[in-house]
């Protein structure tokens, strides 16, 4: 044990010495500016997101408010997110179907409007409307948008069809605010419903990775980069 030691001490020394020699304060300016360029960078992504999070705050209301103030929407959109490898949804994907089929039962829209992703092997709008279907919604009164790859193509695609419409959109509420913002500077009329039904484990995961997705979506609206 005291040789080990000894062989410990002995390397770290020369290590030390190596570190010395190799002058790494000429190295201290650029370290400086990069830390600097990622505090502004975070600094600026954070102001980014607080500020879209405080323009779509009077958007986000309740079906309890919607139905007291008699308003009725043309289509009611679910935005899609993951579906497991059985099929099934997943737990926040269940909660916005769950959450439209309220809305639809309470005569807020007479149209569901599911959108999301399909390709080989992988369907998220034939699992929704099949959900929905099975929640009590006739088939008729569905509707599926399968290129709603990204949250900015779901809402973009409303253009083709339901553009001048007032649309109610259905998401978890972290994501609700860039749908929102989205759908606002493309000239949407649009309000979200949180579909918040429970606390899902990977939350922080999503907030963090919405910070980012955030200004993705701020520049492409801005700068028509899409």
Excluded at 6 to 22: H, P
Excluded at 84 to 103: C, F, N, Q, Y
Excluded at 172 to 185: N, S
Excluded at 216 to 226: I, R, S, T
């Amino acid at each position: 044990m005291k040789k080990a030691i000894q062989f410990l001490n002995k390397i770290g020394s020369v290590m030390l010495a190596r570190f010395r020699k190799c002058k790494w304060q000429k190295f201290l300016p650029w370290c400086a500016l990069f830390l600097g360029i990622c505090i502004f960078c975070a600094a600026s992504f954070l102001a980014i997101g607080a500020a879209v999070k405080q323009k779509m705050e009077p958007r986000i209301t309740s079906v309890e408010a919607l139905t007291s103030a008699g308003e009725h929407f043309d289509v009611i959109l679910v935005l899609g997110c993951a579906v497991r490898a059985d099929g099934s949804p997943s737990h926040m994907l269940e909660d916005r179907i769950k959450t439209s089929v309220s809305l639809y039962e309470a005569g807020l829209a007479d149209i569901v409007l599911m959108s999301g992703d399909r390709h080989e092997g992988y369907d998220e709008v034939g699992t929704m409307k099949l959900e929905a279907q099975k929640l009590g919604v006739p088939a008729d009164r569905i509707e599926i948008d399968p290129t709603g790859f990204y949250t900015y193509d779901s809402i973009a695609n409303l253009l083709e069809q339901y553009k001048g419409k007032r649309v109610l959109i259905v998401t978890q509420k972290y994501h609700l605010y860039r749908a929102l913002y989205i759908a606002d500077k493309l000239g949407i009329e649009a309000f979200g419903i949180s579909a918040n039904l429970r606390t899902y484990t990977k939350q922080l995961q999503f907030d963090v990775r919405e910070i980012l997705a955030r200004v993705k979506d701020v520049f492409w609206v801005q700068y028509n980069l899409k």
